[in-house]
């Protein structure tokens, strides 16, 4: 594709949505279904309102970035107010905060006391909200594109068009739920050293910096599911086929008439 068109473009296009986002929080989740999958997540949001947050979720501040999920965040009050059968689906946030893990990046030039000082404002906000995270493209193993099958895994991007003339439908795959950690040991040492050391920020910093941040609200055991379940078990999606309610056909229509 041209890299022009896109230029072009833009400057008779309106981008207000994208030009809303202003804030940029990492973290990291893992695959409701299965923690050894942990991923990077850099979010850019943008508020809806005052107690909501719109994010797009991409593995990483790189201008080829990859976006592969999205992640709405929302207050504790509006959590409480969902629908008991819905909670199951969103995390909390208490102990990313806390534990320093979850951070706001910034540009290098920026004083670390000034980014203390902005990014405990942030994460004052955070530690009582609720987040409901699908990503759609499982980098982690390795997809050239957004694809969903496990029978892929491994597949090179070479090889993806002989997949696809053979099975279209090995494209398709549902989003995955995504869940957030809640204790300490159960992110990878590595991959948060790794993090640490390509954005030159301790997450032993941050917890110290956040020593006197506290949750005005209990976490409410609905969220952050497979912690309160005793079975092992978890909520993941997964594809089915059902009845597809059509409209009236064009003979149909006629004879409505």
């Known amino acids: 594709m041209s890299e022009n068109l ?4 833009s400057l008779g296009q309106n981008f207000d949505p994208v030009n ?3 804030e940029h929080i990492c973290g990291f989740h893992f695959y409701s279904h299965d923690m050894s999958r942990q991923v990077e997540a850099h979010h850019y949001c943008s508020h809806l309102k005052d107690e909501m947050r719109q994010c797009v979720i991409y ?29 199951i689906y969103w995390h909390s ?30 994460m004052e906000e955070l530690i009582d909200t609720y987040g409901k995270t ?6 982690d193993r390795g997809d ?34 995504m869940m957030a950690f809640l204790d300490d040991f159960q992110l990878s040492q590595k991959i948060l050293d790794d993090r640490d050391r390509r954005f030159n920020v301790s997450t032993a910093h941050y917890r110290k910096n956040r020593e006197n941040i506290h949750p005005k609200c ?19 999606t997964e594809m089915k086929l059902v009845e597809q309610k059509a ?11």
Not at 6 to 9: D, E, G, H, S, Y
Not at 77 to 86: G, T
């Open 20 to 22: 809303k986002i202003h």
């Open 93 to 122: 946030h208490v102990y990313e905060v806390k534990s320093g893990m979850l951070i706001c990046p910034f540009i290098p030039v920026v004083p670390q006391a000034a980014v203390d000082k902005a990014e405990k404002v942030v």
């Open 6 to 9: 896109p230029k072009v473009n």
């Open 144 to 177: 050239p594109l957004p694809y969903g099958n496990n029978l892929l895994f491994g597949t090179s991007f070479d090889d993806f068009v002989s997949v696809v003339l053979i099975d279209i439908h090995s494209f398709l795959g549902p989003p995955q739920l």
């Open 59 to 87: 593995d990483s501040n790189r201008p080829d970035a990859r976006l592969i999920g999205v992640e709405y965040i929302i207050s504790a009050r509006l959590f409480q107010s969902l629908p008991e059968e819905e909670k």
């Open 247 to 257: 409209l009236p056909t064009k003979e149909q229509r006629s004879v409505q008439k």
């Open 134 to 139: 699908w990503h759609f493209w499982q980098v």
């Open 218 to 236: 209990n976490r409410d055991l609905k969220a952050d599911h497979w912690a309160s379940r005793d079975d092992g078990m978890a909520y993941q």
